[in-house]
């Protein structure tokens, strides 16, 4: 078992940047994979990015060059450095650990970004 747990969230205006943080604990040994996704409302979830145990990472096109995933203290923390926001970014953001056959997920930080 794995429980993330995100913070950082909050109110900020566009053109603005937050920083999330997510801190994994329990089986952090099986973890492979973290990452930030997010649900905008009346939209479905949606990968915002995605950070491995070798660095590898991969962003949606949406973000790239304003967010950057970044991870510390080995496999347990990841970050998301949102920059730049727009008001589009608005959503309740997830953190995701990702081990051999399960997804465990965090219970959301919501961001909202005012025009």
């Known amino acids: 078992q794995v429980q993330p747990v995100e913070s950082g969230g909050g109110l900020v205006q566009a053109g603005g940047s937050l920083r999330l943080s997510c801190a994994a604990s329990?089986?952090?040994?099986?973890?492979?994979?973290m990452g930030w996704y997010r649900r905008a409302p009346g939209k479905q979830r949606e990968l915002v990015a995605v950070?491995?145990?070798?660095?590898?990472?991969n962003y949606a096109d949406s973000v790239k060059g304003r967010f950057t995933i970044s991870r510390a203290n080995a496999k347990n923390t990841v970050y998301l450095q949102m920059n730049s926001l727009k008001p589009e970014d608005t959503a309740v953001y997830y953190c995701?650990?990702?081990?051999?056959?399960?997804?465990?997920w965090g219970k959301g930080t919501l961001v909202t970004v005012s025009s």
């Open positions: 995701n650990c990702r081990t051999d056959g399960m997804d465990y």
């Open positions: 329990g089986s952090i040994f099986s973890i492979n994979a």
């Open positions: 950070i491995t145990g070798g660095g590898n990472t």
